[in-house]
């Protein structure tokens, strides 16, 4: 059997049960939603009226508070008693299916002194928010990994705050096979055309990286600039095998991660636009197409392991 | 006038720039090897205890274990020049590897747990080696362009710098290399 057949399977005798419980459930909340955006209409037109009529903006100020406090207060937790009853039944399922060696904390994340520890991003994080943690031991190898969302602030002259993502995605730690005392980092250059006038800033920065390292590996070379404290380290690490694994990973993954190799650990952030393993609110939740989407989704960096050939275990680290 | 004087400078300082840029490739270069020759030493110190661990067992091995062990003496010795330090790597990787394959035959030792860290050992310092080579490699190919790409390769000329070879990197070589050379030399 297939792994396709296996997971049709899981979703036949256990998932689909469950997600059409689950999608009775999401119809009433997402009644209660529209129900809601309809029916605010009054207040903020009353506010809005007012504040015409009276010339100044605080009564639509209020309106608009009124509604949203309405909403945290009497809307908001269903929405959450219903995403949490999604992840403890179906993406739990969906991980343990993988490999139940796996465990899952919904809520927790991955932490902001691992995130600052993997030294892929150096920009100061002003807001730091996470979810769907996910940590296990397969065999020799310790992995741990969540959802991040990583934030920088801006004033503007007026004294507005605003905030810009320095990244969101996945930030994958794991046990890295050989022993190694220097930091390496393999970035891709995207980062400082993305931050433009930053960039130089980021340049100087990456000074602190270590020295530039170039590799024999062409295509490699083409997708990532790597830096290191150490010339002959950093090629101990990135073995010409390796240097292929992470290569085709990116080419499975199709997009733009960024690695580095501190303390003995392996870091990986995959970026993502998307909230991953969500469930929907307007649309059908059941359909097997979803849950093959979670599987993929997780399955592609869970499998990172067996990709990367972290349990190898021939050199001094066991 | 005073525009020749400005034309000297810059040519001086274009001059001088390119002069540092060579000297510095050709120092990285060194700075290399050395790295590479460190790598070299660990494996050298490892050798002994490899050959007294399996000598015992690989009675069939024996002549190869000898030859490492006159490899690595003859390595040691001191006054070995840079190609012949080179040639005693390739030969003692290719003999190292042999033994390590021969390993398959004889499963006792295997499964002896001192071997088995002495393997790794031997793995871990093997690929610290390959790693010393791929970075002198690359040392090599920054301080070859430069002297074979203009404008630098006009001052390599006169300063009679010449383009130095790659060092090739063998796989794990299965055939029998003939050290009789190297021993006799």
């Given at each position: 059997m297939t792994e396709k057949t296996n997971l049709e399977s899981l979703y036949n005798s256990n998932l689909k049960p469950k997600l059409s419980k689950l999608d009775k459930e999401r119809i009433q909340v997402a009644g209660k939603v529209k129900k809601f955006i309809a029916i605010s209409i009054i207040p903020i037109a009353i506010s809005f009226y007012l504040t015409l009529t009276i010339g100044n903006e605080l009564p639509l100020l209020a309106g608009i508070g009124l509604c949203v406090w309405f909403y945290f207060a009497k809307i908001n937790p269903f929405w959450q008693a219903y995403r949490t009853k999604f992840k403890e039944q179906v993406i739990k399922e969906i991980i343990t299916f993988i490999d139940n060696r796996f465990s899952y904390s919904p809520?927790?994340?991955?932490s902001l002194s691992e995130f600052k520890k993997s030294g892929i991003f150096l920009m100061g994080v002003d807001r730091y928010r996470g979810d769907d943690y996910i940590e296990g031991k397969i065999d020799s190898t310790h992995v741990e990994f969540s959802e991040v969302h990583a934030e920088y602030r801006t004033r503007d002259s007026k004294g507005r705050t605003s905030y810009h993502t320095i990244f969101k995605g996945l930030l994958f730690s794991a046990d890295f096979n050989k022993h190694f005392n220097v930091k390496t980092y393999v970035l891709t250059d995207v980062a400082e055309k993305m931050f433009g006038f930053l960039g130089t800033k980021l340049q100087k920065m990456n000074k602190w990286r270590g020295e530039l390292v170039k590799l024999e590996d062409v295509e490699f070379e083409k997708e990532f600039a790597i830096y290191s404290g150490d010339q002959i380290e950093s090629r101990y690490i990135l073995s010409p095998s390796l240097m292929e694994r992470i290569l085709s990973f990116k080419q499975k993954t199709k997009k733009r991660i960024q690695m580095s190799f501190v303390d003995s650990r392996l870091y990986v952030t995959v970026p993502y636009r998307k909230n991953l393993f969500e469930p929907k609110l307007?649309?059908?939740?059941?359909?097997?197409k979803n849950i093959e989407e979670y599987h993929n989704d997780l399955n592609l960096v869970l499998d990172l392991i067996k990709t990367l050939k972290l349990n190898t275990r021939i050199w001094s680290k066991k | 006038m005073n525009n020749i004087l400005w034309v000297a400078i810059g040519l001086a300082v274009v001059f001088a720039i390119m002069y540092n840029s060579l000297i510095n490739k050709k120092n990285q270069v060194e700075n290399a090897f050395g790295g590479m020759d460190a790598q070299l030493k660990k494996r050298y110190d490892l050798i002994p205890n490899l050959v007294k661990s399996v000598k015992g067992y690989m009675e069939h091995e024996a002549k190869t274990l000898t030859e490492i062990t006159t490899l690595r003496t003859k390595a040691l010795?001191?006054?070995?020049?840079d190609d012949d330090k080179v040639a005693l790597d390739n030969a003692l990787t290719s003999k190292l590897g042999g033994i390590m394959v021969a390993v398959e035959n004889y499963p006792d030792l295997k499964a002896s747990e001192n071997f088995n860290q002495l393997q790794r050992s031997l793995n871990e310092v093997e690929e610290q080696i390959s790693a010393s080579r791929r970075a002198y490699n690359a040392t090599i190919t920054s301080y070859n362009n430069s002297v074979e790409m203009f404008p630098t390769n006009l001052l390599a000329g006169m300063l009679n710098m010449q383009r130095k070879n790659v060092f090739e990197i063998p796989e794990t070589q299965r055939e029998n290399v003939d050290v009789g050379d190297l021993l006799n030399n």
């Open positions: 809520t927790k994340k991955m307007f649309g059908d939740i059941v359909d097997f | 010795s001191g006054n070995v020049s």
